[in-house]
């Protein structure tokens, strides 16, 4: 799922009062760290939680693995190009059948730019996608047809190698024309109005509430093997409150703060979820200002802004809640070397450029002012003030450019996370501690961002040779999986060893959870969270 906010997690929680015939509660209830902000999936941006309740083809099973879902079979044409897929007898929640049609539907009202589908881009590949986003062809001309109410082809520009994957993301999902038509402005904007097609339903969400519901969906094409009955959310805004509940039974799973990290690791009930999203520090290569923008693009100053992090302190100390050191701008546990089983992280590496080395940080800084001709440089940094993680990640850094970067001199501006959002989209930063999650399990989930001209590239970034290799790993090595594979390692390697962005950590979730609570599936990219087969012992 790809979120530039860490804060957009959802997190979990719960214990029931529903009873199946063998006595044993069903339902769960679940905390999240903010409201549900739009349960519109040409609209949302992000899926953690929701993809319980939108089906797309396929679903996410465990490791990042498609499993059943409205589709019950895909195949492809040997050039990678027409993927048919043939729709199960499955019905929407108001009981309406599930037709072909309805995702051919869903996709052009997505695509058309009067949308502003944040997720637009995800369509790229897809038959004449790219012209349609650019406003040059109707949204009707976007490459899939439904023959008959069973099939649904779909016509690619070229091969996608992760397309079945792309394709267990609910935003490729069907949605119901006529429920559309029906509510109008309201479509979306309260759960009852609303159709679902996953293994839940939403119930009493009212577009702002910090309550809502998930309630097992009747209708469900597979409902014989979901054993919830109700999922109970509340935004509970704090650990400290999390942990409270979860000592008086209230709760069957609450996450931790880095202080109750270091109380309860290797207890029974201490679980970490690690999620494939990098916090990370993007520089403005188009500053305003000419000092700044000459600094910013300065490939040894900005080595020497990585070397200086000391992750290690970072990640142990300072949170404390057991993230990961990355190597690069890929997050590790998300993509596997098919050729060697070797994962992605580790093969995107260079050395000297997120280890920690104070000397060469110091050398670098030197080179940097020299080659600049600057003797001091003063920066300020953005970033949001509503998740602790980044008013923590923001000190730090603040304190050790201080120290080791002599010269150095950074001004943090904390905004709320939407403003720091706006004033990043609008290229008003000089550095904008931000971080991206993966939609789905392959590398281009990243790779695409740094993009010269695409529209998560705030910091502006380009390098013709990057372009290049991404390029090519889209287009004529598309259908080769190892060519494209070490394309797509190459790449990375010019970004990390430009630092392009400079990674901090990537980020693990820690939970107290109650050893009843069984079923969970968590993936780290995409639709994270899958509860259809959850259930209390």
């Known amino acids: 799922m790809s979120t530039l906010f860490a804060g957009l997690l959802l997190l979990l929680a719960g214990c029931g009062k529903q009873a199946t015939s063998n006595g044993t509660k069903q339902t769960l209830n679940l905390s999240a760290t903010a409201p549900l902000s739009t349960i519109d999936i040409s609209k ?104 008959n109410k069973e099939t649904v082809v779909i016509k690619l520009d070229k091969a996608i190698s992760y397309f079945k ?12 024309q006529k429920v559309v038509e029906q509510y109008g402005s309201k479509y979306g904007t309260r759960s009852q109005y609303m159709v679902y097609s996953g293994p839940f339903t939403i119930k009493a969400w009212n577009g702002t509430g910090n309550n809502w519901k998930f309630v097992k969906n009747t209708h469900y094409w597979d409902k014989k093997v979901v054993k919830l009955h109700q999922i109970n959310y509340t935004v509970v805004e704090n650990p400290t409150t999390g942990h409270e509940l979860y ?150 850094l603040q304190s050790q450019y201080t120290k080791v970067l002599k010269g150095l001199t950074i001004t943090v501006r904390s905004v709320p996370s939407n403003n720091a959002l706006q004033s990043a989209q609008d290229g008003d930063f000089d550095l904008y501690l931000s971080g991206w999650g993966g939609d789905f399990n392959d590398p281009i989930t990243f790779l695409q961002i740094p993009l010269t001209g695409t529209s998560y590239n705030y910091g502006g970034y380009s390098n013709a040779k990057y372009d290049a290799l991404i390029k090519k790993a889209q287009n004529e090595d598309a259908n080769d999986t190892k060519k494209r594979w070490n394309d797509l390692v190459q790449a990375a390697k010019i970004y990390n060893s430009d630092q392009g962005v400079t990674p901090i950590y990537q980020q693990v979730t820690s939970y107290l959870q109650k050893s009843d609570v069984k079923g969970i599936i968590h993936n780290t990219a995409g639709t994270q969270w899958n509860y259809k087969y959850t259930y209390i012992k």
Do not use: C, H
């Open 165 to 176: 994957v792309l394709m267990a993301y609910p935003l490729f999902g069907p949605q119901n």
């Open 44 to 147: 949302s941006t992000g899926f953690g939680q929701t993809g319980n309740v939108f089906e797309s083809f396929y679903r996410l099973g465990k490791n990042g693995t498609t499993t059943a879902g409205l589709a019950k079979s895909g195949s492809v044409s040997k050039d990678g190009k027409t993927w048919t897929f043939k729709i199960r007898k499955a019905y929407w929640s108001n009981g309406d059948r599930i037709t072909a049609q309805d995702f051919v539907y869903s996709w052009r009202r997505t695509i058309n730019p009067k949308t502003k589908s944040p997720y637009s881009y995800l369509f790229s590949g897809i038959k004449n996608a790219d012209a349609i986003i650019a406003g040059k062809k109707s949204a009707n001309q976007i490459g899939i047809s439904a023959p």
């Open 247 to 396: 000592q008086q039974n209230k709760l069957d799973m609450t996450p931790l703060s880095n202080q109750q990290v270091k109380n309860y690791q290797g207890t029974k009930e201490f679980k970490s979820y690690p999620y494939s999203y990098i916090s990370y520090l993007a520089y403005n290569f188009k500053d305003k200002d000419a000092d700044k923008n000459k600094a910013l693009n300065n490939r040894y100053i900005r080595l020497a802004m990585s070397l200086a992090i000391n992750r290690q302190v970072l990640t142990k100390k300072v949170l404390g809640d057991g993230s990961y050191i990355p190597t690069g701008f890929v997050a590790s546990g998300l993509a596997k070397d098919p050729t060697t089983g070797q994962d992605f992280s580790k093969e995107q590496a260079v050395k000297n450029t997120v280890t920690y080395n104070e000397k060469l940080a110091k050398e670098y800084w030197k080179k940097g002012l020299a080659e600049t001709g600057l003797k001091n440089l003063k920066l300020t940094l953005l970033s949001s003030n509503d998740d602790s993680s980044s008013s923590v990640v923001s000190q730090y």
